[in-house]
């Protein structure tokens, strides 16, 4: 049976204006147990994804200043994909396209200047660069430091740490990150806020941009003649 893999949309909300400044899409697959996320990212075929992404921007009519989607390095470096990324801009324009640059791991390994020319042309077709999942993995300071003059935002995600949001521990990567969104001139998102208590004390760290479940949970973007539910 040929996999189904849709994209879900999950806004991302400023909250000193209380409206949506965007949409991120996740991509999920049809399973047994339901939409779930992919074992892999790196095993689907570059192409289904290039074409999921290319239809499913086709048919988005967004009333926000930015759409952003997730890509690996191993992505970004695969013509298929970048190609449908470029098509995609222009199918979503005046919204911009923000690419996510996620570390999620690919067969090859690919250097931070390797991707630069690839982000250029990106940028110079108007879309953004996002560094995702920043202070975890392979994207702490020194080793997006070099990425961060391309980046227009980068985003903190609470939930990839053990340690929960009142640990002082949290609270102080968040302000340094903030601190580093304000010397480049980027917006820092910070995702996984999950309740009252997380919004009140992201507050209070001076976090006006956020995502996660306290606002909304994904949502299926259904295709046209899809007869897919969430």
């Keep these: 049976m040929t996999p189904v893999y849709r994209f879900f949309v999950q806004p991302q909300i400023d909250t000193a204006t209380k409206t949506v400044f965007g949409y991120e899409l996740l991509m999920k697959q049809l399973t047994p147990e339901g939409w779930r996320l992919p074992k892999s990212f790196v095993d689907i075929d570059p192409q289904i994804t290039a074409d999921l992404l290319v239809e499913t921007t086709r048919v988005l009519s967004l009333k926000v200043r930015y759409c952003s989607v997730n890509v690996s390095r191993e992505q970004l470096m695969t013509t298929s994909i970048a190609n449908a990324i470029i098509k995609s801009q222009e199918q979503l324009y005046p919204t911009k396209l923000v690419v996510e640059l996620t570390e999620d791991d690919g067969p090859q390994e690919y250097q931070t200047h390797d991707l630069i020319p690839q982000l250029q042309s ?7 660069l996002s560094l ?20 227009s935002e980068i985003k903190f995600a609470l939930q990839n ?4 949001f009142k640990d002082p521990n949290i609270q102080q990567k968040i302000r340094f990150w903030r601190a580093i969104s304000a010397e480049y001139g980027l917006r820092m998102v910070l995702e996984g806020i999950e309740d ?8 209070r760290l001076g976090i006006r941009l956020k995502q996660g479940y306290y606002f909304s949970r ?10 897919y539910s969430a």
Excluded: C, H
């Design 122 to 128: 990106f940028l110079d077709r108007g879309m953004e």
């Design 132 to 151: 995702d999942d920043v202070g975890t993995g392979d994207n702490y300071f020194w080793e997006i430091e070099e990425l961060l003059p391309l980046a």
């Design 161 to 164: 740490f053990n340690q929960q």
């Design 196 to 203: 009252q208590a997380d919004n009140r004390l992201s507050k």
């Design 218 to 227: 994904p949502q299926l973007l259904r295709l046209p003649e899809d007869t």
